[in-house]
T-cell receptor, first 112, second 113 residues
């Protein structure tokens, strides 16, 4: 019930391309869905987040698409840049608590 | 703001030794989280505190692990005795009551030989 499944585990994209990372969850009590970005040797940092009352949220080149009925959400990185190369984690949190449940992570490499 | 501060950044110890990891949350944050990150298991929540009180420690792997938060500015995660399988990066994170974002520290890379 608490699991968040993330795919793919790794992704290679050419500079300028679109990177797409997908997550699926089971617990319908989840009401907050953030994406975190982690560079080597650093802690994860919030990139963008969405609540289930909207189907899409865009911040610059980063967009979250949310499908409540399918219990899926995805991160799209438009015009991917080498500086976007990092590990990305989706997460989910229930409305009753404080705890984030993280997906397994996706290691993105953007080739110049 | 200095962000979440963790020390040490790297720790190498031998099996059986006691290890203490330290965290200073962002001032004014009332929730603190300890995570462990490994290649095999990803990012796992170990324990979290609200207002210095442990709320959920179900992620603590076993009795060798303990965590304390004696005040709003300081928390420790202790492993005694340490084992090679405890080798991981340990993160501390904090957040305020009024905002969703958890802010992570830089982590402590623990190696148990």
């Amino acid at each position: 019930q608490q699991q968040v499944k993330q795919s793919p585990q790794s992704l290679i994209v050419q500079k300028g391309g679109i990177s797409i990372i997908n997550c699926a969850y089971e617990n319908t009590a989840f009401d907050y869905f953030p994406w975190y970005q982690q560079f080597p040797g650093k802690g994860p940092a919030l990139l963008i987040a969405i609540r289930p009352d909207v189907s899409e949220k865009k911040e610059g080149r980063f967009t979250i698409s949310f499908n409540k009925s399918a219990k899926q959400f995805s991160l799209h990185i438009m015009d991917s840049q080498p500086g976007d190369s990092a590990t990305y984690f989706c997460a989910a949190r229930g409305n009753a608590g404080n705890m984030l449940t993280f997906g397994g992570g996706t290691r993105l490499m953007v080739k110049p | 703001d200095a962000g979440v501060i963790q020390s040490p950044r790297h720790e190498v110890t031998e099996m059986g030794q006691e290890v203490t990891l330290r965290c200073k949350p962002i001032s004014g944050h009332n929730s603190l989280f300890w995570y462990r990150q490994t290649m095999m298991r990803g990012l796992e929540l170990l324990i979290y505190f609200n207002n210095n009180v442990p709320i959920d420690d179900s992620g603590m792997p076993e009795d060798r692990f303990s965590a304390k938060m004696p005040n709003a500015s300081f928390s420790t995660l202790k492993i005694q005795p340490s084992e090679p399988r405890d080798s991981a990066v340990y993160f501390c994170a904090s957040r305020t009551r009024t905002r969703d974002t958890q802010y992570f520290g830089p982590g402590t890379r623990l190696t148990v030989l």
